[in-house]
């Protein structure tokens, strides 16, 4: 299910033989997030990107965690960013553009967004630890890798400083759900139109 011309909500169903992954999103929502992974630090970092984003979010994954956590984590992002982007429709009337710096403690995370049609991600971030609560840190820009590629949008993400990897990650993740919150936003003053000289965001 894709956006009408009333609400900006999407369902997706992904499933492989590694993990079955149902997503519901509502894009004009509370913030409300009912995350259901597996892997409790993954959820806690999905409900921070719903909070702050203001994007309903009902996740619940079965992946094969007796393997690690690495299929799980990438193919939330691909569901993810596939359920956005569906969300979206045309993309008539968004802001198309966000930024944000989010300072978390002793780090700051600095995410820019262009709601692009062409998906693009770099990754500055340097995260000590080489694992967290079960997850390999390493697997964190796949999923931002995936969630880039799905949603169809450029994505850059910097860690401008910082020494704890639970600060770093979840500073990620909160500076994209404050950036994406403003590029999706419905601008007044442009409202019906597509912010593109090309006359749309659909097409590369």
Not at 4 to 18: L, P
Not at 73 to 93: P, T
Request: one cysteine or more; glycine letters at 8%.
């Amino acid at each position: 299910m894709s956006n009408n011309t009333n609400k900006r909500v999407s369902i997706v169903e992904r499933k492989t033989n590694e993990t079955n992954i149902s997503v519901k999103i509502n894009l004009d929502g509370q913030g409300k997030g009912n995350i259901k992974t597996g892997l409790p630090f993954f959820d806690h970092m999905i409900e921070q990107l719903s909070k702050h984003s203001l994007i309903d979010i009902g996740l619940k994954c079965d992946g094969d965690l007796h393997i690690d956590s690495h299929h799980t984590v990438e193919d939330i992002g691909w569901a993810l960013g596939n359920a956005v982007n569906k969300a979206l429709g045309n993309k008539k009337g968004i802001k198309r553009y966000g930024f944000s710096y989010l300072p978390m403690d002793e780090c700051l995370t600095r995410c820019s967004i262009d709601v692009s049609g062409r998906p693009w991600l770099i990754w500055n971030v340097f995260l000590p630890a080489v694992s967290i609560k079960d997850i390999e840190t390493e697997i964190f820009k796949e999923f931002f890798q995936a969630f880039s590629q799905a949603a169809s949008l450029t994505l850059h993400i910097e860690n401008l400083y910082g020494t704890n990897t639970h600060h770093i990650i979840e500073s990620c993740f909160k500076s994209l759900a404050v950036a994406i919150r403003g590029a999706i936003s419905i601008d007044l003053l442009n409202k019906e139109n597509i912010p593109s000289t090309k006359g749309t965001l659909t097409e590369r």
